[in-house]
T-cell receptor, first 116, second 114 residues
Framework: GDSVTQMEGPVTLSEEAFLTINCTYT??????LFWYVQYPGEGLQLLLK?????DKGSNKGFEATYRKETTSFHLEKGSVQVSDSAVYFC???????????????FGSGTQLTVLP | EAGVTQSPTHLIKTRGQQATLRCSPI?????VYWYQQALGLGLQFLLW???????NRGNFPPRFSGRQFPNYSSELNVNALELEDSALYLC?????????????FGPGTRLTVT
């Protein structure tokens, strides 16, 4: 079935550091890809998305490019802030292992802590 | 535009009891999704309702069930609660224009089973 593999955390960075969180997906079909963010004590928020190869999703200084050749959708930000501290989830649409209908499948999440 | 709302915020039950969780989607959204976020386990897909019908369910026992009402709000029921059902239950909604997979999440209901 379709799955997403996400970089293990936790990740700790100093303010203004460069961020990369790796995400790869199983290469079945041409899925839409997403990054969601979960701030402490809250539900998930859609951060950005890309719907086809070479698309670049961007929002709040975060970017991710849909790379079909490497089946990747890595999240990057040039200069992180303390307020970016959260858990980040990569997701793809598709049919998960053991499933029969399309749905969103999430990675395991990466905890990011940014220190002042 | 109001976001996805969930109630209650917190719910404490004892083992063997039943829990009912509620979700109101964003106005105009016809699909509602339920996820379980247990500590250390990430998000596990539970159920998907669209236009009042169950479209898909995840790998959970039948004691997890739900329904969607004509106004597209939804209810998740968990019967015969077990300690491992303690988790954050997230509801999300989506609409046909943006695609079913661009989901908007509520703040969750924290269920604690003692």
């Amino acid at each position: 079935g379709d799955s997403v593999t996400q970089m293990e955390g936790p990740v700790t960075l100093s303010e203004e550091a460069f961020l990369t969180i790796n995400c790869t997906y199983t290469a079945t079909g041409y899925p839409s890809l997403f990054w969601y963010v979960q701030y402490p004590g809250e539900g998930l928020q859609l951060l950005l998305k890309a719907t086809k190869a070479d698309d670049k999703g961007s929002n709040k200084g975060f970017e991710a490019t849909y790379r079909k050749e490497t089946t990747s959708f890595h999240l990057e930000k040039g200069s992180v802030q303390v307020s970016d501290s959260a858990v980040y989830f990569c997701a793809r649409e598709g049919v998960p292992a053991g499933g029969s209908a399309r749905q969103l499948t999430f990675g395991s999440g990466t905890q990011l802590t940014v220190l002042p | 535009e109001a976001g996805v709302t969930q109630s209650p915020t917190h719910l404490i039950k004892t083992r063997g009891q039943q829990a009912t969780l509620r979700c109101s989607p964003i106005s105009g959204h016809t699909s509602v999704y339920w996820y379980q976020q247990a500590l250390g386990l990430g998000l596990q897909f539970l159920l998907w309702y669209d236009e009042g019908e169950e479209r898909n369910r995840g790998n959970f026992p039948p004691r997890f069930s739900g329904r969607q009402f004509p106004n597209y709000s939804s209810e998740l029921n968990v019967n015969a609660l077990e300690l491992e059902d303690s988790a954050l239950y997230l509801c999300a909604s989506s609409d046909r224009d943006r695609g079913f997979y661009e989901q908007y999440f509520g703040p969750g209901t924290r269920l604690t089973v003692t």
